[in-house]
């Protein structure tokens, strides 16, 4: 069955073109037929024309390659193994939002025929797959899940920014409902990855497996984010007391920071709700995530008393931020926790400015109601780094006191720079 995928005799198709189909997609097509579908007419002719509308790919990589972007589902009837990779978040009341796998699923199952296997990239919580996704699928193609069809579940470990731990070269989880299924799955895989593919003994293992990479990396920084808070009232620099602890050889270096984007701070609430369904009422995990929910609400109240400690009005000052992306050095702005710091200054009427030279001024404000500045004013009575952008590396304490008045303040969300002595400096 692989080598008619290798002579493309069969086509593979992706189905959601974001930044973690795209890639994927991409480097399938070095090697097999694709067909890259994604419902967004425009990004789909963006990705004809070679730009990756995430901006993570450069132009050179949609080059020698045998793929067809289109919008056209009709397309996928070609495809003997479907591919989906759409995004899981949250709604507001912080309950998982399948719209987009139900939707991808009932896309997919229009076009399914005998014999063709759908892989699921999408994190989701245990079970997911098979108590919501194959029924959709059987439903849709009016075929029987593992025996007219299959299903396999590999999740996507791809970190947006990350220019050295890409697709290709992180280790790979394969699971499926049936070993010739995985067998498959697993040697098609193998021809794009690099790193090695890890078979899972079943799929809702690996389900698990992924979603609790991302809690896991929550509740460590939570607890270092509550321990900045403790070491805050004791006027102690947490950061040097993580490295004076990180000289013992079984101590983890985690940092206190937002925590946000669509990964880390989503994936938590996915076994949230699994655990509430089944009857458990989960705590540490819960904990963690509110806390650190919590940090823009702790990160504006100091800032505004310190503002009132040096005799200004928070209502009549004017405060700098630099950076509102989720993490350093993208353009994604999803669930940014700057996006909450700037809204929690503004509750106390400061006014505030953003800038940032990955983020889109047209995104920002069509989805927080937030202006991007093309660059910063010359009056701040403080600044707060909240992104280490490679671009802000290099600036310096006399550049902070050129775009200051009197008595300002710093607050190094990242800790960029070393402490500086002519601001008032803060960080977590």
């Keep these: 069955m692989i080598e008619k995928f290798r002579n493309k005799e069969k086509l593979i198709s992706v189905i959601g073109l974001g930044y973690v189909g795209l890639p994927l997609a991409i480097e399938f097509a070095k090697f097999f037929k694709v067909i890259a579908f994604d419902i967004n007419e425009e990004r789909v002719n963006q990705m004809k024309n070679g730009f990756d509308p995430s901006e993570e790919l450069s132009s050179d990589k949609f080059e020698n390659i045998d793929i067809l972007f289109t919008s056209d589902p009709e397309e996928l009837c070609k495809a003997s193994i479907h591919i989906i990779a759409v995004p899981t978040d949250i709604n507001k009341d912080n309950v998982p939002n399948l719209g987009p796998l139900q939707s991808a699923s009932h896309t997919t199952g229009k076009y399914l025929k005998e014999g ?124 040097e007391v993580i490295k004076a602890a990180a000289t013992k050889w079984n101590f983890h270096e985690y940092y206190p920071g937002l925590v946000g984007g669509h990964c880390i701070s989503v994936d938590p609430f996915y076994l949230i709700h699994k655990a509430r369904e089944v009857g458990y009422e989960p705590q540490v995990i819960a904990a963690g995530r509110m806390l650190n929910d919590q940090i823009p609400n702790h990160i504006t109240k100091t800032l505004v008393q310190k503002l009132i400690s040096h005799g200004k009005n928070p209502g009549k000052s004017k405060v700098l931020v630099q950076g509102i992306t989720f993490k350093e050095n993208v353009s994604d702005i999803r669930n940014s926790k700057v996006v909450d710091l700037v809204k929690e200054l503004m509750a106390y009427s400061v006014n505030v400015h953003v800038i940032d030279p990955y983020a889109s001024a047209n995104q920002l404000a069509k989805d927080y109601s937030i202006t991007l500045m093309d660059k910063a004013a010359d ?35 990242k800790a960029l720079y070393e402490p500086m002595t002519k601001l008032d400096y803060w960080r977590l």
Aim: net charge negative.
């Design 116 to 239: 063709d296997i759908v892989v699921y990239e999408s994190t989701v919580y245990p079970g997911c797959t098979e108590d919501e996704c194959i029924p959709i699928l059987e439903r849709e193609s009016n075929l029987v899940g593992g025996k007219d069809f299959f299903v396999a579940y590999s999740p996507e470990r791809i970190v947006p920014g990350d220019k050295i731990r890409t697709l290709t070269n992180i280790l790979k989880i394969v699971s499926a409902n049936d070993k010739h299924t995985l067998d498959l799955v697993s040697e098609l895989y193998s021809a794009i990855i690099t790193a090695g593919i890890y078979k899972a003994n079943s799929i809702k293992v690996a389900e698990a497996a992924k979603v609790i990479e991302n809690t896991q990396r929550d509740l460590n920084i939570s607890l270092m984010n509550e321990l900045s808070i403790i070491f805050d009232r004791l006027n102690i620099d947490t950061r």
């Design 379 to 413: 009056d701040y009575d403080a600044v707060i780094v909240a992104v280490s952008h490679i671009d802000y590396a290099e600036l310096d304490e006399e550049y902070y006191l050129s775009i200051t008045n009197q008595n300002p303040i710093m607050f190094d969300l």
